[in-house]
């Protein structure tokens, strides 16, 4: 598979490592790098794994020995509101029938992990940060709907973008290369939606949250693409005639191609 | 080898589409029918987002009707003063259907509707072809020649007000049914992204009486401008057709169809309306079955 190497400030990372001295009274930190602001899609797209690099500052370096450091990275997609329809038998046909909107849920979110979730913290933090999959606050239009309900809905919501890869976590996909530096694979499914993303990475340590930090990542459709669809949005008339033309063409460039009276 | 659907979203495998273009495309041109109604099934199937399949769909039947029309109009047979006529009906059809449909989307029964009218009419129209395909094949077994049911009799729709006189078909007829078959086929078209002519041939013929030599020609002209149109609104008004996916489909459709023709030389014409009819009956059992079997999932989402 194609790999997208985003970033490596390799130089500026080993900068960073000999400040690292295990001074008391100050606190840990994590910063990401992304060499390149910007991922485009080609026509040939078919989802990839994005890998970003990292270091921790100012860690301990015994604690670091004993692998008590955990780091946590997530690419957030753009969000959107959206809605989540249920579909019930009514006359022996599934229809749906009841529904709740959500308002700014990311379309994906992609997360790395150093180790299985369970063992870097306990559930409660991971509600208090919003973070991972089975997580992440999803805040619903309604707020005075049932509880229930709307407990049975966002596990919908979850499980939907789950069976679509557009939430995945990859348990192990936070490889620390020196005691400062890691490296994060996450991956990008097929339908990855274009916008704005967040990387953000979440520094632990002895299971409790230290520090986070984050940069932007714009995701594009290539030139091609993106031009067909900025046409379709914003010329949706001549855009519509473009098409009709182009049918038209290919049509008659059949019957001369083949002639068949 | 995977493209990406700027418009869907998607990464799709181009092969695929050209292949269901291309069979498609084998059919319609083995069964003389456009293939609108087998193609937005078969995207749905292939997990395109039926608003997307339907408007791309509009689009595709353009290409393979427009060469019809040319050859048909080439010939001659075509009635034109009838197809303005009709597609007076077909214009507001279409734009009906639009409305309905961008409705029908944002309260989330567009696919139940979209499935439902497939099943309805695929149903109806496989199942009456059927029956009289295989009766024909009975009586040409038993030794007796086939015939058309007489056209001339007059029934209540020449009684209505409004002639018209269409001398390319020696009609002289109500404009009120012309307008009403031209109409409900452009809603079906711009609601199913099908060209209609499954529909509007049978209409022609039984219906208004128009003579064989000038309802195909007639049909397929009535056709491409509905499709064109269907094709601008969607564009405007859901910004659903995706011009990539199109292509592919036309070039396999294009390809495929002048095969299809060939194998069609072969087969009698009551052959060739019971397979279209087993054919057409498939894909609605396979709707059908979508819509009363449990689904893998209940929920879906939609994003606004």
Redesign the interface.
């Known amino acids: 598979m194609r790999r997208l190497f985003l970033s490596s400030l390799g130089a500026c990372l080993l900068a960073l490592v000999p400040q690292a001295s295990s001074q008391t009274g100050v606190t840990e930190n994590v910063q990401i790098g992304l060499s390149t602001d910007k991922v485009v ?7 990839t794994d994005l890998t970003i690099f990292g270091a921790l500052e100012n860690i301990d370096p015994l604690l670091a020995r004993q692998g008590r450091y955990d780091v946590i990275v997530v690419l957030e997609g753009p969000a ?10 009514v006359l ?5 029938t009841k ?1 709740e ?1 959500f308002v700014n849920v990311p ?1 994906s979110y992609s997360m790395a992990t150093t180790r299985m979730p369970q063992d870097i913290t306990d559930p409660k933090s991971y509600r208090q940060l919003s973070l991972g999959v089975g997580a992440i606050h999803m805040e619903p239009l309604n707020p005075r709907q049932s509880p229930v309900t709307l407990q049975e ?1 966002t596990r ?2 979850r ?3 789950r ?1 679509t890869n557009l939430y995945s976590t990859n348990f192990g996909g936070v490889e620390f290369l020196s005691q400062t530096l890691f490296r994060a694979t996450l991956k990008l499914a ?2 990855v ?2 916008g704005t993303h967040k990387a953000r990475a979440f520094l632990f340590r002895n299971g409790a949250f230290v520090k986070e930090n984050s940069a932007q990542l714009a995701i594009l ?1 290539s030139g091609f ?2 031009w ?2 900025r046409s ?2 914003v010329h ?2 001549y ?6 033309a ?3 063409v ?6 001369i ?2 002639r ?2 | ?4 659907l ?2 869907a ?3 799709v495998n181009a092969l695929v589409l050209l292949a269901m273009g291309a069979a498609v495309g084998f059919l319609s041109g083995m069964f003389g029918v456009g293939g609108g109604f087998l193609i937005t099934p078969l995207l749905i199937f292939y997990n395109i987002p039926p608003a997307i399949a339907v408007a791309t769909g509009a ?2 039947v ?6 019809g029309a ?2 048909h109009f080439k010939r001659g047979s075509l009635d034109f003063k009838l197809g303005f006529v009709l597609l007076a009906g077909g214009i507001v059809g279409s734009s009906i259907g639009a409305y309905v449909f961008a409705i029908l989307r944002a309260v ?2 567009l ?2 509707f979209i499935s439902l009218l497939y099943v309805a009419l695929l149903g109806t129209v496989g199942g009456l072809m059927l029956i009289e395909s295989v009766n024909a094949l009975r009586a040409t077994r038993g030794g007796a020649t086939v015939t058309m049911k007489k056209p001339g009799q007059h029934n209540w729709i020449h009684r209505l007000p409004l002639k018209m006189r269409f001398r390319a078909s020696k009609l002289f007829v109500s404009v009120i049914p012309v307008i009403g078959i031209g109409a409900a086929i452009g809603f079906l078209a711009s609601i199913m992204g099908v060209g209609g002519g499954f529909i509007m041939v049978p209409a022609l013929i039984y219906m208004l009486k128009v003579p064989t030599n000038v309802v195909v020609g007639t049909s397929l002209f009535h056709i ?1 401008v509905t499709a ?1 149109y269907t ?7 859901n ?1 659903t ?1 995706d ?2 996916l ?2 592919l489909l ?2 396999g459709g ?2 495929g ?2 095969y299809g ?1 060939k194998a069609g030389q072969r087969l009698r014409g009551e052959q060739l309306r019971a397979l279209l009819a087993l054919l057409v009956l498939a894909v609605a059992l396979r709707l059908a079955f979508d ?5 893998n ?8």
């Open positions: 899609l080609t026509a040939g797209f078919s989802g959107k509101p959206v809605v989540v329809r249920r579909k019930e038998r022996g046909m599934w229809i749906n529904s909107t379309i809905f919908a919501l499980d939907r973008k069976a097929p339908n939606p274009v459709k693409e993106q067909i669809y379709a949005q949706g008339f855009y519509g005639l473009a098409a009709v182009v049918a038209m290919i049509g008659w460039l059949g019957r191609i083949f068949r009276d | 080898m995977g493209i990406y700027p418009i979203e998607m990464s689009n595709q353009i290409a393979s009707s427009f060469s040319l050859a989330g029964q696919d139940l491409v064109a094709t601008i609104v969607h564009a405007t008004t910004q057709v011009v990539i199109a292509i036309m070039i294009v390809a169809a002048q023709a819509l009363f079997v449990r689904p999932d209940v929920y879906s989402l939609t994003n606004l």
